[in-house]
């Protein structure tokens, strides 16, 4: 018997790029009602406009009915910081997309553990971070991770790995941490599907597939700009028109977030202890100054911030 998602409710932590994108597929593909949290109502408000956007532009160019983006976007509810993450409770699936912290999410796996139902699918689109351990922070100090209470919480825990432009980009990377159940793969896959993406399936090591291989190809074209192998615009002309890939490195780098880049590489770099995924000190400058690429305007290129998309 093929088991469905079972998703009517979903929630959907962080309105950044990548939580307002989940929001927007599973509203209008998967037409699953999305309960999008935030801590800061200047993030929701943005990201509620992003997507007004997004679905007017969709509606404009004939690739979605308008009675489909209205059904779609209200199904779409803001959950702000007063009510907490116990404002998910009635969730069937939360999706976390906050920064790549381990102990936020530690402390926002605990805390809907505690709140959501015992059925409910707690993912994580984490790029880098291990699902074993997030999923270790749903069970309380005084439970044995043995325990059929213990197993059964972080048997819930899975990784669910979206890429940016969320609404573009055809995968999703399926991440079982060692505790993860059957049902629990089997269920985030088929959300997945429903959401329109097709998946891969990683095991949980650090950066997973997607990040093991990109951020060492990332890192290594910073490094030629560093030691003046060749311009920025020639780094990334050679990827583009040499290779066919939609993005230069350096440019990839500035979408994907500097300081994303660099959190994702210590990841690899600290968890395999191979030097091959040192960052590069540039990339490092670069963060403590504060450029963060094309979310505040100044990384490897400049950009304009008023435009949302
Ligand atoms: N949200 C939604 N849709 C977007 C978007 C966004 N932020 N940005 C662009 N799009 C849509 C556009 O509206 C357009 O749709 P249309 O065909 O209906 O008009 C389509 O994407 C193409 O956009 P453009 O014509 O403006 O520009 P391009 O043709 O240059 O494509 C791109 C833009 C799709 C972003 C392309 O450059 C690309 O594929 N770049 C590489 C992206 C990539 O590698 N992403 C993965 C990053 S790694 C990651 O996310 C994992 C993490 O763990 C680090």
Redesign the pocket.
């Known amino acids: 018997m093929s088991i469905t998602h079972g998703i009517k409710r979903l929630g959907v932590l962080g309105a950044g ?2 939580g307002l ?1 989940i929001a ?1 597929v599973a509203a209008l593909r998967a037409k699953v009602n999305v309960q999008l949290y935030d801590v800061s109502p200047e993030q929701l408000d943005k990201g509620l406009k ?1 997507m007004d956007k ?1 679905l007017a ?2 509606v404009s ?1 004939g ?1 979605i009915a308008e009675l489909d983006a209205k059904e779609a976007r209200e199904r779409v509810t803001a959950v702000g910081k007063d009510k907490g993450v116990a404002g998910l409770r009635d969730v069937d699936m939360a999706v976390e997309a906050v920064s790549e912290k381990l102990s936020l999410k530690q402390k926002i796996f605990g805390e809907l553990a505690a709140e959501l139902r015992p059925d409910a699918i707690l993912a994580s689109n984490t ?2 971070i291990s699902i074993t351990k997030i999923a270790a922070s749903t069970v309380p100090q005084n439970v044995s991770a043995a325990s059929e209470q213990g197993k059964a919480n972080a048997g819930r825990v899975v990784g669910l ?9 055809k995968l999703v990377e399926l991440i079982p941490g060692l505790q993860t159940t059957e049902e629990t793969l089997t269920r985030a896959r088929a959300f997945a599907v429903a959401c329109g993406k097709d998946v891969s399936t990683s095991q949980d090591v650090p950066g997973f597939v ?2 093991a291989l ?2 060492p190809f990332i890192n290594e074209a910073i490094m030629c700009l560093e030691k003046g192998t060749a311009t920025r615009d020639d780094i990334d002309k050679t990827l583009r028109l040499g290779m066919n ?3 230069g490195p350096l440019q ?1 780098a500035d ?2 977030g500097l300081d ?2 660099l959190a ?1 590489q210590q990841t690899l770099y600290h968890g395999t202890g191979d030097s091959k995924y040192r960052p590069s000190i540039l990339l490092e400058r670069m963060v403590d100054a504060q450029w963060y690429g094309k979310k505040n305007g100044k990384g490897f290129y400049e950009y304009d911030t008023t435009s949302n ?1």
């Open positions: 790029q990548m994108g927007y992003f997004l532009k969709d160019k690739k790029s880098s790995h979206f890429f940016n432009p969320v609404p573009v980009m997607s990040n990109l951020m890939h939609p993005m990839l979408f994907i994303t880049c994702i998309s």
